[in-house]
């Protein structure tokens, strides 16, 4: 009923960039929040940066300082922009969207995950 694509992962070099995007389509009436999340090989998912509906946004410590979100509510999209990226950053970033559909129920939906390697 959701769908969520993300692009722009990829291998960078220790201090450089990246930019992840993320767009939800289908049966969408609402999307309370939208943020992504990421796992490392051995570890638990963890949280990186979720914006809300009403433009609260919410960072990791590890992000804070380096990553920054944003929103295209008419299309739907989040943004995650990556600088000063380190090689503890990689992992599989995975966008999450907290969506109401349109016969009304609210879910959790996940995109389909995208692999960010820092390394020189």
């Known amino acids: 009923q959701v769908q969520l694509v993300e692009s722009g992962g990829g291998l960078v070099q220790p201090g450089g960039s990246l930019r992840l995007s993320c767009t939800a389509s289908?049966?969408?009436?609402?999307?309370?929040?939208m943020g992504w999340y990421r796992q490392a090989p051995g570890k638990q998912r963890e949280l990186v940066a979720v914006s809300t509906s009403v433009g609260t946004t919410n960072y990791a410590d590890s992000a804070k300082g380096r990553f920054t979100i944003s929103r295209d509510s008419a299309k739907n999209t989040v943004y995650l922009q990556m600088n000063s990226l380190k090689p503890e950053d990689t992992a599989v970033y995975s966008c999450?969207?907290?969506?109401?559909?349109?016969?009304?129920?609210?879910?959790?939906?996940w995109g389909q995950g995208t692999q960010v390697t820092v390394s020189s």
């Open positions: 289908g049966s969408i009436s609402n999307i309370y929040a």
């Open positions: 999450n969207a907290r969506v109401r559909i349109l016969r009304g129920t609210v879910d959790d939906y």
